[in-house]
């Protein structure tokens, strides 16, 4: 199994540009989340989804959206970048909710200039 | 409101040695208390987890936790210290009775592991 995925692991955009980060998962696991991590900040959760076909908004929800059209995967879009975003993002998933381990893929690495 | 923090942003300790790495929290209700370490340039792996029970948890590659009500405190524990264990140590906590649903992490304590 190759367990949580995500597409790319580095990028760079310009201001105003905009990107989708593809995470996918094959152990068949309902919730799946977005976070980002800054330094000295630790993991702060952008939006998650509880199964295919939803999504909801986590701590840090703005200028991001996200979409689950399949159970195994979750878009996270930026629509008009900005420096703020510059940031690791990490996609995770787990079999329950909140109170379940969670496994993370490797992160994207994206900065915005 | 939820809240975890790790008071330390490092900590050093020699191999073969026994290493801490503090964590207390705060909820309104009972908490599930989750350790996760982070090598370098990798996603976070899970360690172990407090739901409910036993107040000393263990986990993968020799970690411990001892769970404690009264001081509030989740401090993750070895006996021996592997320069291998040097690593990103994160703690997280979810209020069981909250209305909030999500996890919160705290900022990280980076562990060192001299030879």
């Not at chain 1, 989340?33 to 999504?55: A, C, F, K, N």
Request: proline share 5%.
């Amino acid at each position: 199994n190759a367990g949580v995925t995500q597409t790319p692991k580095f990028r760079v955009l310009k201001t105003g540009q905009s990107m989708t980060l593809l995470c996918a998962q094959d152990m068949n696991h309902e919730y799946m989340y977005w976070y980002r991590q800054d330094p000295g900040m630790g993991l702060r959760l952008i939006h998650y989804s509880v199964g295919e076909g939803t999504t909801a908004k986590g701590e840090v929800p703005d200028g991001y959206n996200v979409s689950r059209l399949k159970k195994q995967n979750f878009l996270l879009g930026l629509e008009s970048a900005a420096p703020s975003q510059t940031s690791v993002y990490f996609c995770a998933s787990s079999y329950g909710g909140f109170s379940y381990e969670q496994y993370f893929g490797p992160g994207t690495r994206l900065t915005v200039t | 409101a939820q809240s975890v923090a790790q008071p330390e942003d490092q900590v050093n300790v020699a191999e073969g040695n026994p290493l801490t790495v503090k964590c207390t929290y705060s909820v309104s209700g009972n908490p599930y208390l989750f350790w996760y370490v982070q090598y370098p340039n990798r996603g976070l792996q899970f360690l172990l987890k407090y739901i409910t029970g036993d107040n000393l948890v263990k986990g993968s590659y020799g970690f411990e936790a001892e769970f404690n009500k009264s001081q509030t405190s989740f401090h993750l524990k070895k006996p021996s210290a592997l320069v291998s264990d040097s690593a990103l140590y994160f703690c997280a906590v979810r209020d069981a009775g909250g209305a909030t649903n999500k996890l919160i992490f705290g900022t990280g304590t980076l562990l060192a592991v001299q030879p």
